[in-house]
């Protein structure tokens, strides 16, 4: 029942745009633990067993004779060498060594033996407890490692499903929101125009990869570049066919100006992309090439994601509530009440970084509470902007640390004292 009545809160499209991402971000988190996880496991492992990376894998017997007959051995040598005497003279070889091929043979039969002693001790020692442990063991590294290996596939997945609901709810970043039948043409057809340009130049882009002679990793990535563009393009085209109601739209906002605004932001980019790629370089696959680039650090933008996802659900919680639940009794003035909030926030921020996180988790309600408190609505907007952004400037923030890596002219105390400094002002 209570499955049933968590499937009914949302509509089968919205399942068909929110699961896959659900599903191929729970993949991401899996993957990144399992590599901490299976290192923790290797340490028990070698707790439990000595030397447990020897029992990671059976060892097979060796296929040499630990107890050969010498005499035997050094009969063959001996008759061998006999073979070869009409070409002594040509190489000048030496003649055959009874003494030291005897003294090899029994160093070939100790190695032998040292070889068939460690494989029984390992064949004792693999017990049913060490089977099920490291099957356990190298299911968790098979796992991370299969992660490891499609987070390219990963990655370029959740920007297609996500990029193909965004377009079906008109939710691109563009200067001005659909609003109009008129903005929705106008807005739909770029859209049309720069995803087909994206698809042609991934279809160059993959051509160009398996005409040349380099082996070509990652094939999945060029096929699913070209299926994405081709969703993107055909959910153009059914919005064009098809387009929504629109209703009490104010006649004067229904301009050609302002359609021209509701065109997303990626499809200018495209389009400027595709002018110099196209009639400049006359390069066909350079958008789709930079474009790719893109997957080279697929694990930092997962992660990106990973954290706007955690902003979210914190936003569904209650703990910026009870946060500034804990400041009303002291009934404080809007000026105080924002300076206090953005020191409350700049702490998170400055230890996480994530400052995307703090906005999206505590920015709706930071301005509900100043404008709640009284403040202006110029003075809600900037301290609520300001919470997620003050705090990237602190210590111990991680991003200033990779600017002082990346810049060799500056250290992180310098950049830390200029950022107490910026933040007080």
């Known amino acids: 029942m209570i499955l049933q009545d968590i499937i009914k809160l949302r509509s089968c499209r919205e399942w068909l745009s929110t699961l896959p991402v659900f599903l191929l971000l729970i993949a991401v988190i899996i993957a990144g633990n399992s590599e901490l996880i299976h290192a923790r496991l290797l340490n028990v492992g070698e707790a439990l067993w000595h030397d447990y990376f020897v029992l990671r894998a059976d060892m097979p017997t060796p296929d040499c004779n630990p107890d050969p007959d010498l005499a035997a051995e050094l009969n063959r040598l001996e008759a061998e060498s006999s073979t070869v005497e009409e070409l002594a003279d040509l190489f000048e070889a030496e003649p055959f060594n009874r003494q030291a091929a005897q003294i090899s043979l029994q160093n070939s039969r100790r190695l032998c033996q040292e070889?068939?002693?460690?494989?029984?001790?390992?064949?004792?020692?693999?017990?049913?407890?060490?089977?099920?442990?490291?099957?356990?063991?190298?299911?968790?590294?098979?796992?991370?490692?299969?992660?490891?290996?499609?987070?390219?596939?990963?990655?370029?997945?959740?920007?297609?499903?996500?990029?193909?609901?965004?377009?079906?709810?008109?939710?691109?970043?563009?200067?001005?929101?659909?609003?109009?039948?008129?903005?929705?043409?106008?807005?739909?057809?770029?859209?049309?125009?720069?995803?087909?340009?994206?698809?042609?130049?991934?279809?160059?882009?993959?051509?160009?990869?398996?005409?040349?002679?380099?082996?070509?990793?990652?094939?999945?990535?060029?096929?699913?570049?070209?299926?994405?563009?081709?969703?993107?393009?055909?959910?153009?085209?059914?919005?064009?066919?098809?387009?929504?109601?629109?209703?009490?739209?104010?006649?004067?906002?229904?301009?050609?100006?302002?359609?021209?605004?509701?065109?997303?932001l990626y499809i200018y980019m495209s389009f400027f992309v595709a002018c110099y790629f196209f009639f400049i370089e006359h390069h066909q696959a350079g958008p789709a090439i930079f474009f790719s680039l893109l997957f080279d650090q697929a694990g930092l933008f997962l992660n990106i994601g990973l954290y706007i996802w955690v902003g979210m659900l914190l936003k569904r919680t209650q703990l910026g509530d009870l946060v500034f639940k804990t400041f009303i009794p002291w009934r404080m003035s809007p000026e105080i009440l924002a300076f206090v909030a953005l020191i409350v926030m700049a702490v998170p921020t400055a230890y996480t970084g994530a400052s995307g996180i703090i906005i999206i988790a505590m920015g709706a309600i930071v301005y509900e509470e100043l404008r709640r408190a009284g403040a202006r609505r110029q003075l809600a907007l900037a301290a609520t902007a300001m919470t997620g952004s003050a705090g990237v400037v602190l210590r111990p923030c991680l991003l200033v640390v990779l600017i002082a890596a990346l810049n060799k002219e500056v250290v992180t105390d310098q950049l830390f004292s200029w950022g107490v400094k910026t933040f007080m002002t």
Do not use: W
Not at 229 to 251: E, R, V
């Open 115 to 264: 070889k068939h002693n460690l494989a029984g001790k390992n064949q004792a020692r693999v017990t049913s407890a060490v089977i099920i442990f490291r099957t356990l063991e190298t299911s968790v590294a098979g796992i991370s490692l299969f992660a490891l290996e499609k987070q390219r596939m990963i990655l370029i997945l959740t920007i297609f499903i996500c990029a193909v609901t965004c377009t079906f709810k008109q939710h691109h970043i563009a200067f001005r929101p659909v609003i109009t039948k008129r903005e929705h043409i106008v807005s739909t057809l770029a859209q049309l125009l720069g995803n087909v340009v994206l698809l042609l130049s991934a279809d160059s882009y993959r051509n160009s990869i398996y005409q040349s002679a380099t082996v070509v990793d990652h094939p999945e990535i060029y096929l699913l570049l070209i299926v994405g563009f081709a969703c993107l393009s055909a959910t153009n085209l059914y919005q064009l066919i098809k387009p929504p109601q629109y209703h009490g739209a104010h006649k004067s906002s229904d301009t050609l100006l302002h359609a021209i605004l509701s065109i997303p």
